[in-house]
């Protein structure tokens, strides 16, 4: 995992975090770069990181849309904003084996849960609330205030859900051990 206990990016990454350079794509990349002390690699290592890494100030921004995370990174730390575009396939290959690395299926599972709830608040959000219009026998119908309660009161088991889970994400790193390896159910003595 990346030394978050240092994320510091007026380091060069390489320095703090050897264990990238031993494969692929990650060797490749520090391999190929011929730049002095490795720093254009380097920078492009604390991008992923800034982006990905749940440590990052910034993991929780958007990836798309305004002030998404992945064109303000690539712009103010890599000074160039199009780089993602005229690399995808690098960004690609490179942000998901990171993601491997550096998170659990529990982690990842989160995350998906966090994204989902971002995407029910602007569903929310960009929902009018109304009770429909009457039809021919003056029933209201293609309103949305029925489906709009149902959500609201089922709010209150979403934020159990994400909260059971990010206890699940904080135990599971507090039991991280020697060589960044999670210990298992029985070496932790849950069973």
Known sequence: MVDTTNFNIDENFW???PNFKACNPFK?????DKSRN???SSNKMW???LIWDRESMYFNLPEEGEDNKIDMIFEEFYGDAKWLTKNRPEFEELSAFYRKLTETPTMRAFKELEDKLDERA?????TKYDLGLPNDKG???GGTAD???KMFSNTDKIFKTIDTTRKLVLDEKSKVTKGDVTESA???GVI
Do not use: Q, W
């Open 38 to 40: 490795k720093v254009v």
């Open 139 to 141: 029933v209201l119908v």
């Open 122 to 126: 602007e569903f929310l959000r960009n």
């Open 15 to 17: 320095e703090l975090n």
């Open 47 to 49: 991008c992923i990181a």
């Open 147 to 149: 489906l709009l309660e």
């Open 186 to 188: 029985s070496d932790s």
């Open 28 to 32: 490749k990349l520090h391999t190929s």
